[in-house]
Structures are given as structure tokens and as C-alpha cells.
């Protein structure tokens, strides 16, 4: 096993105006397991393609233990890495598939016989072996893969969103055998996802990227609770939280007929800005629907478009008039909805479950009950520019 290293790693590609991976500085700590996540073309795959060898590194490094690897060739990285496509021989067994790498490398053959069966114990696949991948389910054939990867015993496991072709039932299932399979080996794992759901589930730690920079790295729950800047806000959690832009009034932000109060320390930074209006985020959660009879309580007014029923929970889109824009809003109800669509909805929030956005930068506001978390590289939202 070993701690891995971004030292302020660039990867550019010729014809894009900006770098795939842009000034990456990111410690994984030996045994962690690390999850990378972000939309399409944010860098995540390119960063684990960096660490893997398969992409050259323009600038800065990238450590391995002590070791610096950036110009290493794959083969002598002491890495192994799960595709989302499972890469198997289609003429050989589970077997063959899983220690083909120790035959090319001339392990002996009882060795290999004995990692195989080590691994296809853990994997539950000792019933698998004999098989050939076109008799195996998907996430039979995504198992044989991880197998491959292990009998290697490698000191970095690297995963490239190898849940992605899983149908639903069978990623939940999977993403919790890839999660006890990691804390049972212990092996620094970095893994690369743009489900969010999959990042707070899985890793000890998330990295959020966007358009090549590191957003936000932290433990899921803290990225969860204190998001640096209104992309990491709008990209973790699912449903996303909601986000208004509201103006400031003398007793805070005036949101449709609430007035939400600002926290001390978030106003003074508004007002170092000059800033005349402020963003403000809710999680779907958080948002309380009101009785039609309470009218008196002041409220959010909103119409619902559509519902989302799923049995445990409800999620309510709806549409509120904010000034002259008319702006999306997510609820989310417990049990079965009594509204439908076209539902007029009248909502509060509590004051302490406001997250507070410069609206120019879109970095997080400090609060009087907890500072901005983030453990590396805050960036401007907007402009990507590093402010720290």
C-alpha cells in the first residue's frame, strides 16, 4: 500500500482552450479510499488516467509512496485498474481472466492458482471459475475484473466509473461489495464517478472537480453540510439544493414573502462586497410546506409542475415567482404527496438551514455558527480562479 500525490499536476490537450487537469494538488493518505467526482469533461478520468501512466503529465508531478511516477511507464507503477467496460477475454475463463497478468509476468503457476482462489473466495466467485464471461451476468463479469485487479496485490487500486454499465438493483449492490471489499484490503483505491450518490456512499474522502480544477475536497458528510462555492452546493446531494438569488434587505434577504434572516458574519462579507442582493441555497429537505389554512405565517409562494412519487418519498418541482423570474424549487415530502400537478404551495425555511453565497463569486459566506469548509483550493465559481 501507499499514500498517492498530485503535486500541482497539468494535463493540456492539443486544440482546447483551456487544460484537461489544471494545477491538481491532492494527498491521498495510504489506505484511503478516495473518490473523484464531477460532471462529464470536469477531469476526473483524466486525472486517473495521469496517476495510471496513460496520460502524460504536462506539468508539476505525481507520487506514489515516495516514489515520483510521472514519467514511470504503466507496467512499473505497481497499480492495478477496473475499466467500466470489465476488458475480459471473451476465450478464456474466470480463471485465466483473473491471473492472466501473473502468467505474463511469469509467476508461478501454484502461486497464481492460490491468488485466484484467494480472491474468488472474497468475490464469491468460486463457483464461477470454469465459466467463460459470456455465461456471467454483468456484475459477474464486473467482479472478475475486480479479481484481476487484486490477485495483482497492487499498492494503488484505480477505478474508472466501473458501475456505469450496472442496472440500478445491481450498482447499489455492487458499489457495497466495492466499499466492504476496500476496508477488508485496506488498499489505497482511487475511484472515478459522476454519480454523486455513488461519491457520498462510497469513499472515505471526495474530491469535486469542474472544468479541470479541484472544487472541494473533504469528507462526504462535511462536502455534504458545508459546500465551498454554489457548484459544489448545486452538485452534491441528490436532488440538488435549490438556489435564489434574493435581495438584501435591512433584516436580511427578502425571498418572495419571507424575509430570511443573514447571519452577522454574512453580511458584513455581502457588504464588503457591495453586493446588493446575495445567493442563498435550501436543500429539498429542508423546505416546509405549509397547511392552506395557515395564512397568517409568512411564505414562499409556488405552483407545482409535477410530482415525483416514489413511495417512501415525494418530490414536489415546482415554480416560484421571485420578482420578475420565475425560478425552479425542488421539495422534498416524506410519504405519499397530497398535492398534484398545478398545486398552488405555499413553503417556509428555517433560518438555520440557509447557505449563504457571494453572488459574484459564489464562494460560501462565512457564518457566525461555523467557518467555510474546505481543505484545499476554493475557487471562484464563475471564473475558476483560485482564491487560496
Known amino acids: 500500500m501507499a499514500s498517492v500525490t498530485f503535486d500541482h499536476a497539468t494535463r493540456c490537450f492539443a486544440g482546447m482552450d483551456r487544460p484537461a487537469v489544471r494545477d491538481l494538488e491532492l494527498d491521498i493518505a495510504d489506505g484511503e479510499f478516495m473518490v473523484l467526482v464531477g460532471p462529464s469533461g470536469c477531469g476526473k478520468s483524466t486525472s486517473l488516467r495521469m496517476l495510471a501512466g496513460l496520460e502524460e503529465v504536462d506539468s508539476g508531478s505525481i507520487r506514489i509512496g515516495d516514489r515520483d511516477v ?98 440500478a438493483k445491481l450498482r447499489v449492490q455492487t458499489r457495497t461489495q466495492i466499499a466492504v471489499l476496500q476496508r477488508r484490503l485496506g488498499t489505497t483505491t482511487v475511484y472515478v464517478t459522476h454519480d454523486q450518490v455513488e461519491a457520498m456512499t462510497m ?15 473533504g469528507r462526504p458528510k462535511d462536502v455534504f453540510a458545508h459546500p465551498a462555492n454554489t457548484f459544489v452546493a448545486g452538485f452534491i446531494g441528490s436532488p440538488a439544493m435549490n438556489l435564489f438569488q434574493a435581495p438584501l434587505t435591512a433584516d436580511g434577504a427578502q425571498l418572495g414573502g419571507l424575509t430570511v434572516p443573514l447571519p452577522r458574519a454574512a453580511l458584513r462579507a455581502a457588504a464588503a462586497e457591495g453586493a446588493t442582493r446575495i445567493t442563498l441555497g435550501v436543500r429539498p429537505e429542508e423546505i416546509q410546506v405549509l397547511s392552506p389554512e395557515d395564512l397568517a405565517t409568512p411564505a414562499l409562494d409556488m405552483v407545482v409542475d409535477t410530482v415525483e412519487d416514489t413511495g417512501a418519498v415525494a418530490y414536489l418541482h415546482a415554480t416560484a415567482r421571485l420578482g420578475q423570474d420565475l425560478t425552479p424549487v425542488v421539495v422534498r415530502l416524506p410519504g405519499r404527496p397530497t398535492q398534484g400537478k398545478g398545486s398552488p404551495l405555499r413553503v417556509a425555511v428555517r433560518a438555520d438551514a440557509v447557505h449563504w453565497f457571494s453572488p459574484g463569486t459564489g464562494l460560501r459566506l462565512p457564518t457566525d455558527t461555523g467557518p467555510v469548509r474546505a481543505d484545499v483550493h476554493v475557487v471562484d465559481a464563475e471564473q475558476n480562479v483560485p482564491t487560496g
Open 70 to 167: 510521472t514519467h514511470l511507464p504503466p507496467k512499473d507503477r505497481d497499480i492495478a485498474m477496473v475499466f467500466q467496460n470489465y476488458a475480459l477475454y471473451p476465450h478464456m475463463t474466470t480463471a485465466a481472466n483473473m491471473g492472466f497478468a501473473l502468467k505474463i509476468s511469469r509467476v508461478p503457476k501454484p502461486d497464481i492458482r492460490q491468488r485466484v482462489q484467494e480472491a474468488a473466495t472474497i468475490l464469491d466467485l468460486g463457483e464461477f471459475l470454469d465459466r467463460k464471461p459470456k455465461s456471467l451476468s454483468g456484475g459477474q463479469r464486473q467482479r472478475v475484473a475486480m479479481g484481476r485487479a487484486i490477485v495483482r496485490e497492487p499498492r494503488v487500486f484505480l477505478m474508472d466509473e466501473p458501475l456505469s454499465n450496472l442496472d
Open 203 to 217: 469513499g472515505d474522502r471526495l474530491a469535486v472537480l469542474k472544468d479541470g480544477m479541484l472544487q472541494q475536497v
